[in-house]
């Protein structure tokens, strides 16, 4: 080996010459790209497949109404939660509309004056109120909604409950014994099958159960403070699922997506999920054979509200309003509802948009109290928490209840408004 | 020449002054003074620093006291980071470097052994994920081959699981280093003092505590040093794999920093943490500092 | 024509001894050499295993790469992430570049006049400085983010690829100094000397004497701090935002985030953003090592 100080001359020129020589080619391969249209507007959503490609029909529908182009992103969950804030912070909306479905997190962003008001955007009269509600601050209304979520209930298939001479339990007894007639159905592996994703599944599920035993009065109060996670009642409701988790009901969570096949497979017997499953395959191809049950006795249901929202720093002003105003509106949100598994906020969307099994759900949460998304509401340290301790409990279901408890109590902050 | 001047050397190093006095010694200066700081940017003192504490994301030794599984807090995951990664890449580096001295091929297996620290940390995470996946991953193609198929999970995917996973993942990854340091140290040994040893009849235990150890002083402060800071600030690998989950039983200091600064917004108790990790850093690295000022 | 070899005379050994020494050596160097072998070969089973995913379908993959009773390769792994939707490499790859040159050849320049400061001058607060540098280098990008996130937005080079090449290039500084400096004071004096009393100027001495002695430690340098700002993942995630400005870190990061992984595509993506730091280090090996041992060996 040579042991001269100096770097032989050639090999240092021929190092040198292949960076130069790769950053000359990248460059003119770049350059020689076909320029990219440059769109007027940009918007961020969590949308991604086959929900990008429908919303961007609306979006198609917004070009062709105004002549201004439309860029999408799509964002997953922790990335949006962190780039918006932090671009917002910068003062550069490199967005100028984002969609988004956490309300305090919208109006944590909108108290330090980074959102814009867009209450001059909508027509209040056609939009839920408890939806504005929370995205309100004083007269100023931060977020235009644009889609509803409901989680109905169970889902499952039609034709294996038949088959098995099962039937749609109406009280908490008979979804009890559904669920053990499940588990010996031959073939099942487990009676309710558990979603997996950043935990939204099983906050969902979990959610059901808080409503279902504690009444949508407890849903609120956990949300506003009035009651304490340590409270007797929460205690109560986490109990009960606690003891159906450790009789083995539930399925270990995996990808919710890949949970739905089993679910029509017959491997897992119901799934508690939202609405919007009726646009995934397999359900979506077989609208005929799906249904759901909502949780026995229940008077409320959980729906999320996605909303729009515009940063105060936007460059283009005048078109991200036009916008808001467009996916506030009827004609964008009846766009939406005809591609399915979409519920629309805007009540001047007729019932005849809706497909079978979407309008089974749309009637559904006409009957029920809507009620916020726990950790959706609370918003963050506590949303991140609530998933962190259900992903642990659903592995773990004999963790210290008073311990989880008391973690969920701690980063509970009052919801801002 | 040691020349007495002041302008030519001042003047060589004024974009050196200037660019590290903006982004460098301005921002550490700011930053502790940032932490002492409240939501309307009033003097508060150290409630920022109390109110970390107070997390049970930060500091919880609940659960590591009663043996229960983790979380226990970022500080104490940092913590175990250190006591269970030390040891174990220092001890897989130099038994490596020693074994390989002699080696024919040695130098290909060391870079091949090396190759975890020039990947990017974040594809060095997706490794880890792709390696403890429940079916995907080797681990557990491997539990299944020797008829320990029950034990098959995702590792990452647990509370229990995860730290230990990315801990021994990590020693994976970083061994590579103190391997190279401790070759090098090796290779910088007189080959006259082995010599000499042998003829005094020394055994090889023996020459290996009375020579090599000692003479691998200055590797081993290297290596412990550079490791500990690594393993203070962890970010990348756990961001990719499950930004501190599940149930914040991989949340370690730098990430919770990144969290409460970019996504809280909360500016005070980032700096808090930031300033409590630097305070470990300066305390680790405060005697290999002393060194190198030495000469 | 080859040169008759001399007759080699053997030492008279009995068989038997001479069996039992070969059967002694040969025993202990196979089993160090199969042992070396089986730990890099363990050592390099994950690289294998996403190397092995990028070319195969998912379904094969989630049976295990290591069977290969199905075997059909696919090139998809590398167009899907080539081409993705959201942190397309192709622009990332190239970002990335566009960020990691000038990070890494800036640096050494200022960096080598600093150094040759310290190494041949005296001046007021030179040891002080050089001891504020030294403690520099253990500085964690965590303490120095929030500031330099405001002083980029202040500055306007908030989401600009010239904000972050400064940042990297302060931050490259104390150990880049610290390890010139000890450069330069092995280099002889006297023929810098021999040039200044012949009237030639401190920066014509610089780079006509020093420089191209300094080269080996340059391309240490180099090989270090490439690799450093390539791999680089925090620095980025704060101060570069926009979609088609993400670097292939950030890409690269954002593809598990969503719902089940495509091993594949994840695969082939990790593959692309590692293997240029891998070349660069094999291609400087010698270079990188040195610079990052230097200090392991008194000296």
């Given at each position: 080996?040579?042991?001269?100080?100096?770097?032989?001359r050639?090999?240092?020129?021929?190092?040198?010459?292949?960076?130069?020589?790769?950053?000359?080619?990248?460059?003119?391969?770049?350059?020689?790209?076909?320029?990219?249209?440059?769109?007027?507007?940009?918007?961020?959503?969590?949308?991604?497949?086959q929900?990008?490609?429908?919303?961007?029909?609306a979006?198609?529908?917004?070009?062709e109404?105004?002549g201004?182009?439309?860029?999408?992103?799509?964002?997953?969950?922790?990335?949006?939660?962190?780039?918006?804030?932090?671009?917002?912070?910068?003062?550069?909306?490199?967005?100028?509309?984002i969609?988004?479905?956490?309300?305090?997190?919208?109006l944590?962003?909108?108290a330090?004056?980074?959102?814009?008001?867009?209450?001059?955007y909508?027509?209040?009269?056609?939009?839920?109120?408890?939806?504005?509600?929370?995205?309100s601050?004083?007269d100023?209304?931060?977020?235009?909604?644009?889609?509803?979520?409901?989680?109905?209930?169970?889902?499952?298939?039609?034709?294996?409950?038949?088959?098995?001479?099962?039937t749609p339990?109406?009280?908490?007894?008979?979804?009890?014994?559904?669920?053990?007639?499940?588990?010996?159905?031959?073939?099942?592996?487990?009676?309710?099958?558990?979603?997996?994703?950043?935990?939204?599944?099983?906050?969902?599920?979990?959610?059901?159960?808080?409503?279902?035993?504690g009444?949508?009065?407890?849903q609120?109060?956990?949300?506003?403070?009035?009651t304490?996670?340590?409270?007797?009642?929460?205690?109560?409701?986490?109990?009960?699922?606690?003891?159906?988790?450790?009789?083995?009901?539930?399925?270990?969570?995996?990808?919710?997506?890949?949970?739905?096949?089993?679910?029509?497979?017959?491997?897992?017997?119901?799934?508690?999920?939202?609405?919007?499953?009726?646009t995934?395959?397999?359900?979506?191809?077989?609208?005929?054979?799906?249904?759901?049950?909502?949780?026995?006795?229940t008077d409320g249901?959980t729906?999320?509200?996605d909303?729009?929202?515009?940063?105060?720093a936007t460059?283009?002003?005048?078109?991200?309003?036009?916008?808001?105003?467009?996916?506030?509106?009827?004609?964008?949100?009846?766009?939406?509802?005809n591609?399915?598994?979409?519920?629309a906020?805007?009540?001047?969307?007729?019932?005849?948009a809706?497909?079978a099994?979407?309008?089974?759900?749309?009637?559904?949460?006409?009957?029920?109290?809507?009620?916020?998304?726990?950790d959706?509401?609370?918003?963050n340290?506590?949303?991140?928490?609530?998933?962190?301790?259900l992903?642990?409990?659903?592995?773990?279901?004999?963790?210290?209840?008073?311990?989880?408890?008391?973690?969920?109590?701690?980063?509970?902050?009052?919801?801002?408004? | 020449?040691?020349?007495?001047?002041?302008?030519i050397?001042?003047?060589?190093?004024?974009?050196?002054?200037?660019?590290?006095?903006?982004?460098?010694?301005?921002p550490?200066v700011?930053?502790?003074?940032?932490?002492?700081?409240?939501?309307?940017?009033?003097?508060?003192?150290?409630?920022?620093?109390?109110?970390?504490f107070?997390?049970?994301?930060?500091?919880a030794?609940?659960?590591?006291v009663?043996?229960?599984?983790?979380?226990?807090?970022?500080?104490?995951?940092?913590?175990?980071w250190?006591?269970?990664?030390?040891p174990?890449?220092l001890?897989?580096?130099l038994?490596?470097?020693?074994?390989?001295?002699d080696?024919?091929?040695?130098?290909?297996?060391?870079?091949?052994?090396?190759?975890?620290?020039?990947?990017?940390?974040?594809?060095?995470?997706?490794?880890?994920?792709?390696?403890?996946?429940?079916?995907?991953?080797?681990?557990n193609?491997?539990?299944?081959?020797?008829?320990?198929?029950?034990l098959?999970?995702?590792?990452?995917?647990y509370?229990?699981t995860?730290?230990?996973?990315?801990?021994?993942?990590?020693?994976?990854?970083?061994?590579g280093?103190?391997?190279?340091?401790?070759?090098?140290?090796?290779?910088?040994?007189?080959k006259?003092?082995?010599?000499?040893?042998?003829?005094?009849?020394?055994?090889?235990?023996?020459t290996?505590r009375?020579?090599?150890?000692?003479?691998?002083?200055p590797?081993?402060?290297?290596?412990?040093?550079?490791?500990?800071?690594w393993?203070?600030?962890?970010?990348?690998?756990v961001?990719?794999?499950?930004?501190?989950?599940?149930?914040?039983?991989?949340?370690?200091?730098?990430?919770?920093?990144?969290?409460?600064?970019?996504?809280?917004r909360?500016?005070?108790?980032?700096?808090?943490?930031?300033?409590?990790?630097?305070?470990?850093?300066?305390?680790?690295?405060?005697?290999?500092?002393?060194?190198?000022?030495?000469? | 024509?080859?040169?008759?070899?001399?007759?080699?005379?053997?030492?008279?050994?009995?068989?038997?001894?001479?069996v039992?020494?070969?059967?002694?050596?040969?025993?202990?160097?196979?089993?160090?050499?199969?042992?070396?072998?089986?730990?890099s070969?363990?050592?390099?089973?994950?690289?294998?295993?996403?190397?092995?995913?990028?070319i195969?379908?998912?379904?094969?993959?989630?049976?295990?790469?290591?069977?290969?009773?199905?075997?059909?390769p696919?090139?998809?792994?590398?167009?899907?992430?080539?081409?993705?939707?959201?942190?397309?490499?192709n622009?990332?790859?190239?970002?990335?570049?566009?960020?990691?040159?000038p990070?890494?050849?800036?640096p050494?320049?200022v960096?080598?006049?600093?150094?040759?400061?310290?190494?041949?001058?005296?001046?007021?607060t030179?040891?002080?400085?050089?001891?504020?540098?030294?403690?520099?280098?253990?500085i964690?990008?965590?303490?120095?983010i929030?500031?330099?996130?405001?002083?980029?937005?202040?500055?306007?080079?908030?989401?600009?690829?010239i904000?972050l090449?400064?940042?990297?290039?302060?931050?490259?500084?104390?150990w880049?100094i610290?390890?010139?400096?000890?450069?330069?004071?092995?280099?002889?004096?006297?023929?810098?000397?021999?040039?200044?009393?012949?009237g030639?100027?401190?920066?014509?001495i610089?780079?006509?004497?020093?420089?191209?002695?300094?080269?080996p430690?340059?391309?240490?340098?180099?090989?270090l701090?490439?690799?450093?700002?390539w791999?680089d993942?925090?620095?980025?995630?704060?101060?570069?935002?926009?979609?088609?400005?993400?670097?292939?870190?950030?890409a690269?990061?954002?593809?598990?985030?969503?719902?089940?992984?495509?091993w594949?595509?994840?695969?082939?993506?990790?593959?692309?953003?590692?293997?240029?730091?891998?070349i660069?280090?094999?291609?400087?090996?010698?270079?990188?090592?040195?610079?990052l041992?230097?200090?392991?060996?008194?000296?």
């Amino acid at each position: 080996m040579k042991k001269s100080k100096a770097l032989s001359r050639t090999v240092w020129l021929a190092i040198i010459a292949i960076i130069i020589i790769l950053v000359a080619a990248l460059s003119a391969w770049y350059l020689m790209q076909p320029k990219e249209e440059e769109k007027e507007l940009t918007v961020f959503s969590l949308w991604s497949d086959q929900e990008e490609a429908n919303f961007k029909e609306a979006l198609a529908r917004f070009t062709e109404n105004t002549g201004i182009e439309v860029k999408h992103v799509a964002y997953s969950t922790n990335e949006l939660l962190v780039t918006v804030p932090t671009q917002l912070e910068a003062g550069e909306a490199i967005a100028d509309v984002i969609i988004a479905p956490w309300p305090s997190w919208i109006l944590d962003l909108a108290a330090d004056g980074l959102l814009a008001d867009v209450s001059d955007y909508m027509d209040t009269t056609k939009l839920p109120e408890t939806y504005l509600d929370v995205v309100s601050s004083g007269d100023a209304i931060y977020a235009a909604p644009f889609k509803v979520s409901g989680k109905p209930g169970f889902w499952y298939r039609e034709s294996f409950f038949a088959d098995n001479g099962l039937t749609p339990p109406t009280t908490y007894e008979e979804f009890k014994t559904l669920l053990a007639d499940l588990s010996e159905i031959e073939g099942v592996e487990a009676a309710v099958a558990s979603g997996d994703g950043t935990g939204w599944p099983l906050s969902d599920t979990t959610e059901a159960f808080i409503i279902g035993l504690g009444g949508y009065q407890l849903q609120e109060n956990l949300i506003s403070g009035a009651t304490a996670f340590t409270s007797s009642e929460t205690k109560a409701v986490f109990e009960e699922l606690g003891d159906l988790l450790q009789a083995g009901y539930f399925s270990v969570p995996d990808d919710w997506q890949t949970q739905l096949q089993r679910v029509y497979d017959g491997t897992y017997g119901i799934y508690f999920q939202g609405g919007f499953v009726t646009t995934i395959s397999p359900f979506s191809e077989n609208l005929d054979d799906i249904g759901f049950f909502p949780f026995p006795e229940t008077d409320g249901a959980t729906g999320s509200v996605d909303y729009a929202v515009m940063p105060a720093a936007t460059k283009n002003m005048d078109e991200a309003q036009q916008l808001i105003e467009f996916l506030a509106g009827a004609e964008a949100q009846e766009i939406m509802v005809n591609q399915g598994g979409f519920l629309a906020a805007n009540s001047d969307v007729p019932e005849s948009a809706y497909n079978a099994a979407d309008l089974k759900v749309v009637q559904f949460m006409q009957t029920v109290m809507i009620v916020s998304d726990l950790d959706d509401a609370i918003g963050n340290p506590f949303q991140q928490t609530f998933w962190d301790q259900l992903k642990a409990f659903w592995v773990d279901p004999t963790m210290d209840l008073d311990t989880m408890l008391q973690t969920l109590q701690d980063d509970w902050t009052p919801p801002s408004s | 020449m040691n020349l007495r001047q002041t302008k030519i050397p001042l003047f060589f190093l004024a974009p050196t002054i200037l660019l590290l006095t903006l982004f460098v010694i301005f921002p550490v200066v700011n930053t502790i003074y940032i932490s002492f700081l409240g939501e309307e940017d009033e003097f508060v003192g150290l409630d920022n620093y109390a109110e970390v504490f107070s997390r049970r994301n930060f500091w919880a030794p609940q659960n590591l006291v009663e043996g229960k599984p983790p979380p226990y807090g970022a500080l104490i995951h940092n913590g175990i980071w250190i006591v269970l990664h030390l040891p174990l890449s220092l001890f897989f580096g130099l038994a490596l470097a020693i074994l390989l001295r002699d080696v024919k091929g040695g130098a290909v297996i060391k870079s091949a052994v090396f190759l975890g620290m020039v990947i990017p940390m974040i594809v060095g995470g997706i490794l880890l994920r792709f390696v403890y996946d429940d079916r995907a991953g080797i681990l557990n193609g491997f539990l299944r081959i020797v008829g320990l198929g029950d034990l098959t999970r995702t590792w990452t995917a647990y509370p229990q699981t995860i730290l230990l996973a990315l801990i021994l993942g990590t020693v994976w990854i970083w061994t590579g280093f103190s391997m190279i340091v401790y070759s090098a140290g090796l290779e910088g040994i007189p080959k006259e003092l082995f010599e000499a040893a042998k003829i005094d009849g020394a055994s090889r235990w023996q020459t290996f505590r009375r020579i090599t150890v000692p003479m691998l002083k200055p590797a081993t402060i290297i290596v412990i040093t550079m490791t500990l800071l690594w393993e203070l600030k962890i970010f990348d690998i756990v961001w990719v794999i499950q930004q501190g989950g599940p149930g914040g039983a991989s949340m370690v200091m730098a990430l919770m920093m990144f969290l409460e600064a970019f996504l809280n917004r909360s500016f005070g108790t980032a700096s808090a943490i930031a300033t409590m990790l630097t305070v470990l850093t300066f305390g680790f690295a405060a005697y290999m500092v002393y060194r190198m000022v030495k000469e | 024509m080859k040169p008759k070899l001399p007759e080699l005379k053997l030492p008279k050994l009995k068989l038997s001894e001479t069996v039992a020494r070969l059967r002694k050596v040969k025993k202990t160097t196979i089993l160090i050499h199969l042992l070396a072998w089986g730990v890099s070969l363990i050592w390099i089973l994950p690289f294998l295993g996403v190397f092995m995913a990028s070319i195969r379908p998912l379904p094969e993959i989630l049976d295990g790469w290591w069977n290969f009773d199905v075997f059909n390769p696919t090139l998809r792994g590398f167009v899907g992430a080539w081409n993705h939707p959201t942190a397309p490499l192709n622009r990332a790859l190239f970002n990335s570049l566009i960020v990691t040159v000038p990070s890494t050849f800036i640096p050494i320049f200022v960096a080598a006049l600093g150094a040759y400061s310290f190494a041949r001058f005296k001046f007021p607060t030179r040891d002080l400085l050089f001891f504020v540098l030294v403690l520099l280098q253990t500085i964690p990008q965590q303490m120095v983010i929030i500031p330099i996130f405001k002083i980029m937005i202040s500055l306007g080079l908030w989401n600009n690829y010239i904000g972050l090449i400064l940042v990297h290039t302060a931050f490259a500084l104390p150990w880049q100094i610290f390890f010139l400096r000890n450069f330069f004071s092995t280099l002889p004096v006297e023929i810098e000397e021999a040039a200044r009393i012949d009237g030639a100027s401190y920066l014509k001495i610089f780079y006509k004497i020093v420089l191209p002695l300094t080269l080996p430690a340059l391309a240490s340098l180099t090989a270090l701090q490439f690799v450093w700002v390539w791999n680089d993942f925090f620095f980025a995630i704060v101060l570069i935002s926009s979609p088609e400005m993400k670097l292939a870190t950030q890409a690269v990061a954002a593809m598990p985030g969503r719902l089940a992984i495509d091993w594949t595509v994840v695969s082939a993506a990790s593959i692309m953003v590692m293997i240029v730091p891998i070349i660069i280090y094999v291609v400087l090996q010698r270079y990188y090592v040195r610079g990052l041992v230097a200090g392991a060996v008194k000296g």
